[in-house]
């Protein structure tokens, strides 16, 4: 028997993609990578409580100043992981087993390898990169500890899960994908106070919360690596060396996509320290306010990046099978979703900005400050949600270029500029209202970048049927 027939007759997964109804099939992918992205939303907000809980305003900052540098090993996992979800799901879809099986081995094994280098780089070049980052003498101590048991010790792990994560989902399996990523977060929550509190001596929570995270991740990644083995058989799911490849165009093909799944990760976090560091001018309430209203805002959008990342496999499925009308479908009923939900939040933020502030942090001036920049940045969610469904389209069909080019226009090269000009036109609310002025531009481009779609889409089919 063949890899299609074996394929076709045996993985019942493919079902979600080829026959269920599109609601269905929409919410069997979407909904376990949402409840992971809430759950990794929670997994957050609880580090920096119980980090807080000490009081040790350096430990505070060294989780923060952490962050953007912690945050290259999540673009990493994209490159790999959504550039690779791409490349499989198309190659599902067009029936060609061996090359979603030889796609699928050089994900695992060039992501992994990637986070090595990471982590050796980390660890040579840790101590000048920390006063680079914004580590002081206080923090610095901190710092270097929660970078070894994270980025260097926890290289593979933090990457690795994620990886696989949307490996595994790519071929249909999205309820095995989000119980893996699920467990790092829930893990994490409940080894933070453990170590940070009970196991390790006062004065060392900050090592704790990294030692949590670490075990928390390697777990994770077990529990895939156990999946992958228990599913050896599969025609897709491989990690046998010798389906290692750098041939083949597949090297080329994921990269493609996955710079800008992973560039568009890396310049939300340059945005978000560029809005911070214009509004620190006016003040620590300021900041704070700016902060807690970032995170109020992450539940928006972390739901919708759950619900795109996990529809990618189903766009990019039909993609590679030229099955347009359940394309159409798929991409339609997720818009209005995201849409529906979105414009939801909005309301919500808008409406009880001050009562979701205060819930965070009690100081009025903070609750004043970022209860004015929620109801800015609410009107955004819904703009950011069609944004990023489009993007999602385009790394499923792999339209590399529009990709890439939404990816830095939307965080980085729109918004960026926005904020010092109206900075300087409205004082400090002008930053805020960068947000949602960027997405109006980046849906424009979008329209523009989806009509040649379509338009190179109809060629094509006119083409097929003149043949």
């Given at each position: 028997?063949?890899?299609?027939?074996?394929?076709?007759?045996?993985?019942?997964?493919?079902?979600?993609?080829?026959?269920?109804?599109?609601?269905?099939?929409?919410?069997?992918?979407?909904?376990?990578?949402?409840?992971?992205?809430?759950?990794?939303?929670?997994?957050?907000?609880?580090?920096?409580?119980?980090?807080?809980?000490?009081?040790?305003?350096?430990?505070?900052?060294?989780?923060?100043?952490?962050?953007?540098?912690?945050?290259?090993?999540?673009?990493?996992?994209?490159?790999?992981?959504?550039?690779?979800?791409?490349?499989?799901?198309?190659?599902?879809?067009?029936?060609?087993?061996?090359?979603?099986?030889?796609?699928?081995?050089?994900?695992?094994?060039?992501?992994?390898?990637?986070?090595?280098?990471?982590?050796?780089?980390?660890?040579?070049?840790?101590?000048?990169?920390?006063?680079?980052?914004?580590?002081?003498?206080?923090?610095?101590?901190?710092?270097?500890?929660?970078?070894?048991?994270?980025?260097?010790?926890?290289?593979?792990?933090?990457?690795?899960?994620?990886?696989?994560?949307?490996?595994?989902?790519?071929?249909?399996?999205?309820?095995?994908?989000?119980?893996?990523?699920?467990?790092?977060?829930?893990?994490?929550?409940?080894?933070?106070?453990?170590?940070?509190?009970v196991i390790l001596p006062p004065g060392n929570e900050v090592t704790g919360a990294a030692i949590a995270t670490c075990l928390s991740n390697t777990s994770a990644l077990l529990y895939f690596l156990v999946y992958l083995y228990r599913h050896r058989r599969h025609p897709v799911l491989s990690l046998s060396p010798s389906d290692f490849t750098l041939g083949e165009e597949i090297p080329a093909n994921v990269?493609?996509?996955?710079?800008?799944?992973?560039?568009?990760?890396?310049?939300?976090?340059?945005?978000?320290?560029?809005?911070?560091?214009?509004?620190?001018?006016?003040?620590?309430?300021?900041?704070?306010?700016?902060?807690?209203?970032?995170?109020?805002?992450?539940?928006?959008?972390?739901?919708?990046?759950?619900?795109?990342?996990?529809?990618?496999?189903?766009?990019?499925?039909?993609?590679?099978?030229?099955?347009?009308?359940?394309?159409?479908?798929?991409?339609?009923?997720?818009?209005?979703?995201?849409?529906?939900?979105?414009?939801?939040?909005?309301?919500?933020?808008?409406?009880?900005?001050?009562?979701?502030?205060?819930?965070?942090?009690?100081?009025?001036?903070?609750?004043?400050?970022?209860?004015?920049?929620?109801?800015?940045?609410?009107?955004?969610?819904?703009?950011?949600?069609?944004?990023?469904?489009?993007?999602?389209?385009?790394?499923?069909?792999?339209?590399?270029?529009?990709?890439?080019?939404?990816?830095?226009?939307?965080?980085?090269?729109?918004?960026?500029?926005?904020?010092?000009?109206?900075?300087?036109?409205?004082?400090?609310?002008?930053?805020?209202?960068?947000?949602?002025?960027?997405?109006?531009?980046?849906?424009?481009?979008?329209?523009?970048?989806?009509?040649?779609?379509?338009?190179?889409?109809?060629?094509?089919?006119?083409?097929?049927?003149?043949?």
């Amino acid at each position: 028997m063949s890899d299609n027939d074996h394929s076709r007759k045996n993985d019942r997964s493919m079902a979600v993609f080829e026959s269920a109804p599109i609601p269905a099939a929409v919410m069997t992918l979407a909904v376990p990578t949402i409840i992971t992205q809430l759950i990794n939303i929670v997994y957050n907000f609880a580090d920096t409580w119980y980090v807080g809980r000490t009081g040790s305003a350096a430990m505070v900052a060294a989780l923060s100043v952490s962050m953007p540098v912690f945050v290259l090993m999540a673009a990493i996992a994209n490159l790999f992981g959504i550039g690779g979800a791409s490349v499989i799901s198309r190659a599902l879809g067009r029936m060609d087993i061996r090359y979603a099986r030889k796609a699928f081995s050089f994900c695992f094994y060039g992501g992994i390898a990637a986070a090595v280098l990471f982590g050796l780089l980390i660890a040579v070049f840790r101590s000048r990169l920390i006063p680079v980052i914004g580590g002081d003498q206080a923090s610095g101590p901190y710092i270097y500890d929660y970078m070894f048991w994270t980025m260097i010790a926890g290289s593979i792990p933090t990457v690795g899960n994620v990886l696989c994560g949307h490996l595994v989902r790519s071929v249909g399996a999205a309820k095995e994908a989000g119980v893996g990523m699920s467990m790092g977060g829930v893990l994490n929550i409940i080894l933070d106070p453990l170590f940070m509190f009970v196991i390790l001596p006062p004065g060392n929570e900050v090592t704790g919360a990294a030692i949590a995270t670490c075990l928390s991740n390697t777990s994770a990644l077990l529990y895939f690596l156990v999946y992958l083995y228990r599913h050896r058989r599969h025609p897709v799911l491989s990690l046998s060396p010798s389906d290692f490849t750098l041939g083949e165009e597949i090297p080329a093909n994921v990269i493609s996509i996955g710079v800008p799944a992973a560039l568009a990760t890396s310049m939300a976090m340059l945005s978000n320290m560029a809005a911070n560091s214009l509004v620190s001018e006016y003040g620590s309430a300021a900041v704070a306010g700016m902060g807690v209203a970032k995170k109020i805002n992450m539940l928006a959008f972390n739901t919708t990046m759950g619900l795109t990342q996990g529809v990618l496999p189903l766009l990019g499925y039909s993609f590679g099978a030229r099955n347009y009308d359940r394309l159409k479908k798929s991409i339609l009923f997720t818009g209005a979703a995201a849409l529906i939900f979105n414009l939801l939040c909005t309301v919500a933020f808008r409406t009880f900005a001050a009562g979701l502030v205060s819930f965070f942090i009690a100081e009025e001036a903070s609750v004043n400050f970022g209860s004015a920049f929620l109801r800015v940045i609410a009107l955004a969610t819904p703009l950011a949600s069609i944004v990023y469904l489009t993007n999602t389209v385009f790394q499923a069909a792999g339209r590399r270029f529009s990709s890439f080019l939404l990816s830095i226009l939307r965080k980085g090269c729109m918004d960026i500029p926005l904020m010092f000009l109206f900075k300087s036109l409205m004082g400090m609310y002008g930053i805020v209202w960068a947000t949602p002025t960027a997405e109006i531009g980046s849906i424009l481009v979008a329209v523009f970048l989806i009509r040649l779609m379509v338009g190179d889409i109809r060629r094509e089919e006119n083409t097929a049927y003149s043949r």
